[in-house]
């Protein structure tokens, strides 16, 4: 594992183009310079040139664009100002979709950031939508904290299916993040039941992966979770400040972070995305910063 960047504020971007902030805006009736982060929550890359950042404080989407080298902000969905966005994914067209907990929306813009509607309008009722992720054939999953369960949508962004498809047997107790391997399959941050639970496609459970406790291997406060190329499973821990890497059979590999403000540690982390390059993209909240790290792959 190593540290490839740290990202700490706005001095790390440029001034940003195209829509202002509005929290900046209200506080000082000004056009912003820049926008640092705030509270950093979830977060995707395209692995090429853009990273998107969900900052609920702040109430918009930084999207950093590293070929041009600048930075704009989402922070409204047509009219209406994003309220507490919290989650982000990103579709195989540049698609991005933006889920907001306060508002129970979850908003896709296009490439260009243009608003094109709402997820599941009319036929999906989200209570609490948090963590959301794109798997095989461009299906979305959506993690609704409140209604203590996932929402599959298809390429297509029709509504599907909800699981687990047991509640009574595999219930989800806030489940408050997803992410899908390359099978198809589904890992849910359950976290009132302090755990990663792994579904298969159907949404039928396979295993779950930890338990509560104070240790190395057990959750206090799971958050964001992620998979690497080879199907190790990242963790995030709010409360450990760190992130927990486990193989496919639920055993624990390796911990990475501690609690401080220096490279390489972390401050009520939250978010975690892994793009296709084995780059590990965490969100450190409350260290108001982005921290990048690159998976090494044992040679053979």
């Known amino acids: 594992m190593k540290l490839l960047k740290v990202f700490t504020g706005p001095d790390e971007f440029t001034v940003p183009k195209g829509a202002m902030s509005s929290l900046f805006e209200l506080v000082t009736g000004e056009r912003p310079q820049s926008v640092g982060l705030m509270t950093p929550a979830g977060i995707v890359s395209d692995g090429e040139r853009f990273i998107y950042i969900a900052d609920p404080s702040a109430r918009l989407v930084h999207k950093i664009d590293f070929v041009d080298n600048e930075v704009t902000y989402i ?18 067209f540049g698609n991005f979709y933006v889920t907001d907990s306060v508002k129970a929306k979850v908003y896709k813009f296009n490439k260009d950031s243009g608003y094109l509607g709402a997820l599941g309008e009319g036929v999906v009722e989200f209570q609490r939508p948090a963590g959301i992720a794109v798997g095989r054939n461009d299906y979305k999953y959506v993690a609704d904290v409140l209604a203590n369960k996932i929402n599959v949508f298809d390429s297509k962004d029709r509504f599907l299916r909800e699981f687990p498809n047991s509640p009574e047997i595999n219930n989800l107790n806030k489940p408050v993040n997803v992410s899908v391997d390359q099978n198809g399959n589904v890992y ?33 406060r799971p958050k964001g979770v992620a998979l690497d190329s080879e199907s190790h499973i990242y963790i995030i821990d709010a409360n450990f400040d760190n992130f927990q890497i486990f193989n496919q059979t639920g055993q624990l590999l390796l911990y990475v972070g501690t609690t401080g403000k220096r490279p390489g540690q972390f401050f009520m982390p939250n978010g975690i995305y892994i793009d296709h390059e084995d780059r590990i993209y965490v969100s450190d909240s409350y260290n108001q910063r982005l921290q990048i790290f690159q998976y090494l792959k044992e040679k053979h």
């Open 75 to 92: 922070t409204h969905s047509g009219s209406e100002p994003l309220a507490s966005p919290v989650g982000v994914a990103l579709d195989s």
């Open 188 to 220: 849910v941050t359950d976290a009132f039941n302090f755990s990663v639970k792994m579904f298969d496609p159907s949404g039928n459970l396979v295993k779950t992966i930890g338990t509560v406790g104070d240790g190395p291997g057990t959750f206090a």
